[in-house]
């Protein structure tokens, strides 16, 4: 891991998928892999080999708010059906 020292909570990058923005990890787990959440990608699982430690700087609201217990599920997303008019 190159001296790499990821914790619950550490800002990440992918350097390979830059338009994710800043992550945070939210859990580390068995098996060496990661959970981390990204603004605008959503939460990953992935190898702490592909992420690059990163200073918080500036305001990230949504990655601020996110805990190590939250659970984040996928929501489906559904076409609004047209009212009937009578």
């Not at 790499?4 to 098996?31: A, H, Q």
């Not at 060496?32 to 918080?56: D, K, Q």
């Amino acid at each position: 891991m190159s001296g790499k020292i990821f914790s619950e909570g550490t800002y990440v990058t992918n350097p390979r998928m830059p338009d994710w923005g800043m992550g945070k990890i939210l859990e580390l787990r068995d098996g060496g892999n990661a959970r981390v959440f990204f603004e605008t990608a959503g939460e990953r699982i992935m190898a702490p080999a592909n992420l690059t430690l990163e200073t918080a700087h500036g305001d990230y609201p949504l990655l601020n708010n996110i805990s190590n217990v939250t659970k984040i599920s996928k929501v489906k997303a559904t076409q609004a059906k047209p009212k009937k008019v009578v």
